[in-house]
């Protein structure tokens, strides 16, 4: 079965540049979702979004913006980049706005900032 | 305000039964979910309790005591492969009901 892909996998940047990652949601589902997890820490959320337009939103920084497109694929922009800004970024998605309490989450993009 | 709370570790023999707990504080609530996650790889979802009462998954079960605001994972005849975070996770009602808040996670350690 398609699950939720991710990428990049991984990617290493320096302080102040920019990042971008990408997630193709499972075929069907409506809503993405991006969380934040550092080492040893819960999910944080981020952003979610239902049928292409931002549904809620949680601890994003300023300096990340996101947004689904018309083939919901969803992409997180981040600029600015700082130390703690590394993490595992998961992506995951939903039918119906995750009523079920199930998301499927993709296996991540491993962000270092140097 | 919103918390969740769950121990921070549990260690269990394996073939063993441990549960693990989850108590919340919110004024809406949807529902209780519970996560399994590995190190280093994606949480994976393993139950949902809207009710209150026992949902069971083949060796794991869930109960939700909405009154309590407690709810628990329970897993039975343990493998050296359970040993995870388990994350329990909640949809609140209200401002901010598409996101699902996660607990702490409980770290799962299975010995021989």
């Known amino acids: 079965a398609a699950g939720v892909i991710q990428s990049p996998r991984h990617l290493i940047k320096e302080k102040r540049e920019t990042a971008t990652l990408k997630c193709y949601p499972i075929p069907r589902h409506d809503t993405v979702y991006w969380y934040q997890q550092g080492p040893g820490q819960d999910p944080q959320f981020l952003i979610s979004f239902y049928e292409k337009m931002q549904s809620d939103k949680g601890s994003i920084p300023d300096r990340f913006s996101a947004q689904q497109f018309s083939d919901y694929h969803s992409e997180l922009n981040m600029s600015s980049l700082e130390l703690g800004d590394s993490a595992l970024y998961f992506c995951a998605s939903s039918y119906g706005q995750g009523a079920s309490g199930e998301l499927f989450f993709g296996e991540g993009s491993r962000l270092t900032v140097l | 305000g919103q918390s969740l709370e769950q121990p921070s570790e549990v260690t269990a023999v394996e073939g063993a039964i441990v549960q693990i707990n989850c108590t919340y504080q919110?004024?809406?609530?949807?529902?209780l979910s519970w996560y399994q996650q590995h190190d280093g790889g994606a949480p994976t979802f393993l139950s949902y309790n809207a009710l209150d009462g026992l949902e069971e998954t083949g060796r794991f079960s869930s109960f939700l005591s909405r009154s309590d605001s407690y709810g628990y994972l329970l897993l039975q005849e343990l493998q050296m492969k359970d040993s995870a975070s388990y994350f329990c996770?909640?949809?609140?009602?209200?401002?901010?009901?598409?996101?699902?808040?996660f607990g702490k996670g409980t770290k799962l350690s299975v010995i021989p």
């Open positions: 996770a909640v949809r609140f009602s209200g401002a901010g009901s598409y996101q699902l808040t």
């Open positions: 919110t004024s809406g609530f949807y529902g």
